[in-house]
């Protein structure tokens, strides 16, 4: 029995392995451990130079940015790519948290890595994060880059249905895809079904929780650097009018718009993305912002 009993328990920890690794990056990347109290964060390094910090989507993990990661990496930067609480092998409190929680993560990994001043990147559900993340340090951040920066605006009731279910695994596979495609994909664009297994639909939830507890106006402008806002036109779940009320509303911010993509934006159009991000980033340089950037 008890041999049993161990084999179980051994089992269950292989299991356990192999679901952590099956979220890792490829070897060029080098992962690492950060504490920030009892969160423990998982994140990955690529690359010299100034560095910039990247969180994903809700629910996504850091492989959601390891192409775009790496352009900018190649391109003379230090990239960060970020796991959140609950996703790979990072673990912390996801109830009764804010955006502000989830934006400490973000300093403690700059903390981890020695990183005085940063750039910050968010992807979708990232960006509020990143953008708390600079409201709460300002004099840290070099710049911030928003893809998909929705927030303000919500989608439509369908769009919405549409993103809860890609997430929902009572589903099957091509249903979930189907609805993957519909919320995330301009027309004509279909997913990778291996998208899918980097979503984590519990932490999703949290996350959507800690964004509702958090007031609009405490992360909505994010700081005062430099600011790139990529917007996608056919973005059904970041929808364009996000974008565009916040580069109305706020100084020194850049705002790009793409035809042909959606929120899923990066599997989409990543070589202009990429162009536009390491463009904006070689702009912004290494230093803390002293006079208003021109766009």
């Known amino acids: ?21 099956a979220q890792e990056l490829p070897r ?7 504490h920030n109290g009892a969160a423990n964060l998982e994140l990955y390094t690529r690359g010299k130079g100034p560095p910039i910090l990247m969180h994903p989507g809700g629910g996504g993990s850091a492989w959601q940015l390891k192409e775009l990661g ?14 959140p609480r609950g996703i790979g092998a990072s673990t912390g409190r996801l109830d009764d948290i804010t955006l502000h929680d989830l934006a400490s ?7 981890g890595l020695s990183l005085t001043k940063v750039h910050l990147l968010g992807r979708a559900f990232g960006n509020r994060v990143v953008r708390t993340a600079s409201s709460d340090q ?7 880059t928003l893809l998909a920066a929705g927030g303000e605006i919500a989608p439509a009731p369908e769009d919405s249905r549409n993103l809860s279910r890609m997430f929902d695994t009572t589903l099957d596979t091509k249903e979930r895809l189907t609805a993957l495609r519909e919320a995330t994909y301009a027309p004509g664009h279909q997913p990778d079904p291996s998208y899918l297994q980097h979503l984590n639909g519990e932490t999703y939830k949290k996350q959507t929780e800690a ?13 005062v650097a430099p600011m790139l806002v990529v917007q996608c036109l056919a973005d059904r779940i970041a929808v364009p009018l996000n974008a565009w009320n916040l ?11 793409l035809p042909g993509c959606g929120h899923a934006m990066i599997p989409e159009q990543l070589e202009a993305i990429s162009r536009s991000v390491i463009g904006f980033l070689q702009e912004a340089g290494s230093k803390p912002v002293t006079t208003p950037f021109k766009p």
């Open 1 to 21: 029995m008890f041999k049993q009993t161990v084999l179980g328990a051994a089992i269950v920890a292989l299991v356990s392995t192999l679901c952590a690794r």
């Open 70 to 83: 790496t352009r900018v990496s190649d391109a003379g930067f230090m990239v960060v790519l970020i796991n």
């Open 28 to 34: 060029d990347w080098k992962r690492q451990l950060i």
């Open 105 to 111: 993560d973000v300093w403690a990994c700059a903390d």
């Open 247 to 257: 580069a109305v509303e706020r100084a020194n911010t850049r705002l790009v718009a």
């Open 138 to 144: 300002p004099n840290r951040v070099l710049s911030l």
């Open 211 to 223: 964004f509702r507890r958090t007031g609009l106006r405490e992360w909505y402008l994010g700081g």
